[in-house]
């Protein structure tokens, strides 16, 4: 999210000052750092990065700002934006780009989110080749009429999507040889609304006990697909011991359901559901190109706004600044003052478009949806876009921005915030990559341990009074790589993997029982390879796969580490067994938070309640009621060992460990999840709460906790995506340690990873490449670490530059 507090308060001394800082763990902490220069934050996960750089800084900056565009709701905003500290000095305007942790909206595409769209469309309006009957009938089109998500520019049959959906018999009804009964429409809701589509067929006469095949056609035909909404009085067909109260219900045919839920749900697994009952064609009106038969008429540089669109970034980049084989860069149309207009916005273009190719972005296109993008590569086209705003004065506060990069592309990292810097901006680096924090001009290491354990700052000052120091970071930029394996584990059997698909293509035979690292730089493959293929290549040779992304473990409050591991049912099962809860008639689901007795009725369990501020939308604040405990009252009047079941998920792992230390099946969850590295979080830590990086720890914990010592198990492969963002060097040796554990039980390992550290202790590596797109996607290199770091590719040259065998 790109967040702007543009309110400004210059000081003199040139430096930001905190004063008294103490959000979450922060142990009251002073500490200044210098404007206009480079700011590196580091320490282990957990220790405290976060809540100084974003929750402190930034939350005060922005603070300030809705207090002076919105006074009167001074008091909402203390609610949702307490930053917890004394005073800072000197703090500008910032701007933060956090690592995605809400997902980007379903239309956003790389061109909406970099802006560069806004250039595109109003340079085909204004600069493009219009046919000459065209340009008779409507004169230029509007810029609007290049977006297939404005009412202008959308094709009318697809609304802009390319797709037509339509429910037939075969989709809705995929099981014919079952009756209504027997849920032959499986279309319909569950719950109420299903049963009242049933009811209403049985008091209109309609046979639900037959097999759906047997019934008229004329039947299935009204059934499915009326237009026709009668209103009758059901008598609902319930158990014999319910109430049966008549009502007016009004009939929708099935496909009319569909369609009706479709256009008006905001939900999209109800959305995912309405489609998997439709089948889906390429729409017949645009041809899936998504726009009005105008739009698509207009060229610029010969090609249509949609094949531009599907350019990739490189490409695009040589064509506008007239340097690849394109040719020149301008098109030769009507008149010297669209030619001015055109070197306008081909000006306006550039930087952002050059600076996302120098980031690794230049195998994107304009129109890759925003959803398939990694969390490393959105934050890396909000970073290119704003060169496009042109600011001045603010700090920028940035989220690990090497994330997804490969060491040979971090280098353009550096670049783009210098030129920030140049322009009269500071920065603020939550960083892992030493590297980049060696770069910095200032670092400040926050620790030395997470959570309870740390919140200090060990550190402030120039990198070179760190290196060496008796800290985590300071150990870790003295010495790079731990050292490189030297024998690799022997393959125990192996896997040949042969995949073509979109650019890549390869026959590899993969090891069983090895732990590989697949390399690369970024685009040229790796996530399709491990991701794509290799589920899919092992599922079909009988093996069990486990795949584990960034994918948040759910998308609310509800969703926490306690439920998602399973961890909470034991720790339930214990609250109903005290002799309090017997005594009340009290069951397991008593001490759930998802359940209407238990949980707090106005969060509903939450802990949470969303506030209306216009101009702060998704902005939490802590229930009143419950105060953040998620039940009510009564719920927590039993105990357990003197804890409530509120106080259990206010605990951290760490503390968990000593409470349920005798609870064999409790302690050995919380086991796993300090292995990788998450002492620090708390049990009832909700889904948005968690970075990608955490929540990927969270799934790989939990696959841990099926790996105890029993012999029977099934050999899995374990594949996995970048699974040390967010680590600082400390946590990568504890995960690598955790993913040899896997290896050593007998598993397979498969990982992407840009991490030397890592890729140094697999037994193969695996590198793809050479380039991004259509220049990646073959074994450019592939061996021992020792092996591929003598390999002349970038993946080599990292590993050479960083080893020391
Ligand atoms: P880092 O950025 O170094 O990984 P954080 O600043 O995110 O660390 O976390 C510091 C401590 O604050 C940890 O104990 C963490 O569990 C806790 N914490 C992080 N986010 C929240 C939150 N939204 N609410 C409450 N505690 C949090
Ligand atoms: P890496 O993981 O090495 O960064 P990827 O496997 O993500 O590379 O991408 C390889 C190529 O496939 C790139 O050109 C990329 O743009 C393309 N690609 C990846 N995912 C998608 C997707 N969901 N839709 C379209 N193209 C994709
Ligand atoms: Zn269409
Ligand atoms: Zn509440």
Redesign the pocket.
Known sequence: MTDRAPLTEHSSTGRITVEDAHL??LRHVDVSLPRDALVAVT?V???????LAF?TIHGEAQRRYLESVAPFARRLIAGAVDPQVTAIHGLPPTVALEQNRTGASARSTVGTISTISNSVRLLFSRCGDYPAELRRRVGRLDSDSFSPNTAAGMCPTCQGTGTVHTPTERTMVPDPDLSIDDGAVAAWPGAWQGKNFHDILVTLGYRTDVPWRELPAAQREWILFTDETPVVTVHPVRGAHQVQRTYRGTWRSVSAYLRETLASTGSESTRRRVLSFMEHAVCPACGGRRLIPDALKVTWQGLTVDRLNALSLEDLCDRVTGTGTAGTGTTGTAGPASAEAERLLLNQLTPTLTAAVDLGLGHLSLDRAATTLSAGELQRLRLASQLHSGLFGVVYVLDEPSAGLHPTEREAVLDLVRRFIRAGNSVIL?EHDMSLVAAADHVID?GPG??ELGGEVLWSGPVEGLAGADTPTGRALAAPLPRRCADPRPATGSLRVRGTRRNLDVDITLGLGQFTVVTGVSGSGKSTLVTGVLPEVAAAAGLRTDLITQKPIGRTPRSTLATYTGLFDHVRRLFARTPDAQQRGWTVSRFSYNVAEGQCPTCHGEGTIEVELVFLPGSYTVCPDCRGARYRPETLEVTWHGHTVADILGL?VAQAREVFADQPRIAAALETLHAVGLD???LG?GAP?LSGGEAQRIKLATELQRTPTTRRRTPTVHLLDEPTTGLHPADVDLLVTELCRLVDAGDTVVVVEHDMRVAAQADRVVDLGPGAGAEGGRVVADGTPAEVAGAATATGRALAASSRV
Not at 45 to 51: C, D, I, M, V, W
Request: glycine share 24%; no cysteine; charged share 20%.
């Open positions: 979450r763990n320490g996960s957990g220790s405290g990065k976060s809540s929750g939550v926050v997470a959570g951290t620090y979080l708390r830590q709460e």
